[in-house]
């Protein structure tokens, strides 16, 4: 009776318990509230950043052409045209710099002997006519010389040649959207005062974000540049990257979950895990500068995609190894369990009950760690990622750049065309981080379906 009382005595009366609860429901509200602000705050930070981006990507821009696009082809589209219809242009227009043409794009010698030598030495591995062989580039005729470029350059590289060097697309002022839709009698004012230097300059509304864009290497001039070879590369390196990382990362997690000994070792092995997710970025540059680069480089041929996909997979591997341990871990016991007991091997019961159980957790965690491997840079310029390129990668030992590296070196140029053509980047890199994200969030939920199934 004298516990009873005595525990009464502990609880709080009436108006204590509402004061108490109403001091509870204050706590909670605040902080609900502060939840809620905190996500609008994000929510508004994505939506100013998309609109920035979008803002720089399209608008009118004053441009002026050296040779009008009507006066080379009915309507003014070179897209059309074959291999033999643009050499032609070419010569028409540039016959004088048809041997340069040979030397950037397809000579493999020297710059400095490329006159010298014969055309079977200069231009070794590359299709041109067989009786030109034994002849340099200054005993050919000019017409020997557009056939050597009409045999020898993909259709794609002269319809670029013909963009840049004959109609020379300058663009002389770029507008962003906003000053587009609400500016436009100060653009009509300026487009008058660059007729007055440039009779040719003429007012139009572009997206810098076009087909065109995303099929077009690499250029020194905004108007003709494009994101094919950092797109290539990009996706050479992620490939390489999660074909290293993935299976590494999901058998390092095995191990330490499944098999490992809980001794002093392997706990030590998993918070040196834990820690080294938390590394900047940059040192694993440099881990790859120093083994992958120079140490390796008779494996991966030097500063090549294969080097970067390696350096990227050790720089996600802990992010994959400690979700996809996570993801082992809260498959349920019974489940291996219930394996064991039926007679199955601890591999049988990993293979097929506890993987299929743990896969959306592990690819939850990939899609996170592919998401950061998509978007660093500071790891690929340490290992000599190409800030200007115009060759495609073609295989793991190519020199390449990536989108992460050319928007850079896009946004450190002054003028304000390249920060057009950076926000366009920004926009195709985005849209491949969604579709990389949407195809694994695809396979987990299969995963989940055949499990529930």
Same mark, same amino acid.
């Given at each position: 009776m004298s516990a009873s009382v005595s525990q009464a005595n502990l609880l709080p009366t009436g108006a204590e318990f509402q004061k108490g609860l109403a001091r509870r429901n204050f706590r909670g509200s605040v902080w609900g509230r502060f939840y809620s602000l905190s996500l609008l705050v994000a929510i508004l930070a994505l939506i100013a950043l998309v609109l920035n981006i979008v803002n720089s990507?399209?608008?009118?821009?004053?441009?002026?052409?050296?040779?009008?696009?009507?006066?080379? @082809?009915?309507?003014?589209?070179?897209?059309?045209? #074959?291999?033999?219809?643009?050499?032609?242009?070419? %010569?028409?227009?540039?016959?004088?710099?048809?041997?340069?043409?040979?030397? #950037?794009?397809?000579? @493999?010698? #020297?710059?400095?002997?490329?006159? %010298?030598?014969?055309?079977?030495?200069?231009?070794?591995g590359r299709t041109f006519p067989a009786e030109l062989a034994a002849m340099t580039v200054t005993e050919l005729t000019r017409d020997q010389?557009?056939?050597?470029?009409?045999?020898?350059?993909?259709?794609?590289?002269?319809?670029?040649?013909?963009?840049?060097?004959?109609?020379?697309? %300058?663009?002389?002022?770029?507008?962003?959207?906003?000053?587009?839709?609400?500016?436009?009698?100060?653009? =009509?004012?300026?487009?008058?005062?660059?007729?007055?230097?440039?009779?040719?300059?003429?007012?139009?509304?572009?997206?810098?974000?076009?087909?065109?864009?995303?099929?077009?290497?690499?250029?020194? =001039? *905004?108007?003709?540049?494009?994101?094919?070879?950092?797109?290539?590369?990009?996706?050479?390196?992620?490939?390489?990257?999660?074909?290293?990382?993935? *299976? @590494?990362?999901?058998?390092?997690?095995i191990y330490l979950?499944?098999?490992? @000994?809980?001794?002093?070792?392997?706990?030590?092995?998993?918070?040196?895990?834990?820690?080294?997710?938390?590394? *900047?970025?940059?040192?694993?540059?440099?881990l790859g500068l120093a083994v992958l680069v120079r140490s390796l480089e008779f494996i991966t041929q030097g500063r090549t995609i294969l080097s970067a996909g390696l350096t990227l997979g050790l720089l996600i591997l802990p992010v994959i190894i400690i979700n996809s341990q996570e993801a082992?871990?809260?498959?349920?016991?019974?489940?291996?369990?219930?394996?064991?007991?039926?007679?199955?091997?601890?591999? %049988?019961t990993i293979w097929n009950q506890v993987l299929p159980a743990a896969m959306p957790g592990i690819l939850t965690g990939t899609i996170l760690a592919m998401s950061r491997a998509v978007g660093e840079t500071a790891p690929l310029i340490v290992i000599g990622a190409s800030t200007f390129i115009v060759t495609d990668p073609t295989s793991p030992f190519a020199k390449f750049t990536a989108l992460p590296i050319q928007i850079y070196q896009w946004t450190a140029r002054p003028q304000s065309e390249f920060r057009a053509i950076a926000a366009a980047a920004i926009i195709v890199l985005l849209v491949l981080l969604l579709l990389f994200n949407a195809t694994a969030i695809i396979l987990r939920q299969r995963y989940r379906k055949s499990l529930q199934g």
């Open positions: 990507a399209f608008g009118y821009a004053i441009t002026a052409y050296e040779v009008e696009p009507t006066a080379l @082809v009915a309507g003014g589209d070179v897209g059309g045209l #074959d291999a033999e219809q643009l050499v032609v242009i070419l %010569q028409d227009y540039q016959e004088r710099r048809l041997p340069v043409y040979i030397r #950037d794009n397809l000579s @493999v010698v #020297d710059p400095s002997i490329f006159t %010298q030598v014969p055309l079977s030495e200069s231009l070794a010389q557009a056939a050597v470029l009409a045999a020898s350059l993909s259709v794609d590289t002269l319809r670029s040649l013909v963009e840049v060097e004959v109609i020379g697309e %300058q663009v002389i002022h770029p507008y962003a959207l906003s000053e587009s839709l609400f500016e436009r009698s100060r653009i =009509d004012a300026e487009l008058l005062e660059a007729l007055e230097d440039e009779p040719n300059a003429r007012l139009e509304f572009r997206s810098w974000l076009n087909f065109e864009f995303l099929t077009a290497a690499g250029s020194s =001039d *905004p108007a003709a540049a494009g994101v094919r070879t950092a797109l290539l590369g990009t996706l050479w390196v992620i490939f390489i990257t999660v074909l290293f990382a993935f *299976p @590494v990362g999901v058998g390092a997690a979950e499944e098999y490992a @000994v809980p001794n002093r070792l392997n706990k030590l092995i998993e918070t040196n895990i834990r820690n080294l997710a938390g590394v *900047p970025s940059i040192i694993y540059g440099l082992i871990r809260a498959v349920p016991s019974s489940i291996r369990e219930a394996s064991f007991g039926v007679g199955a091997t601890k591999w %049988q």
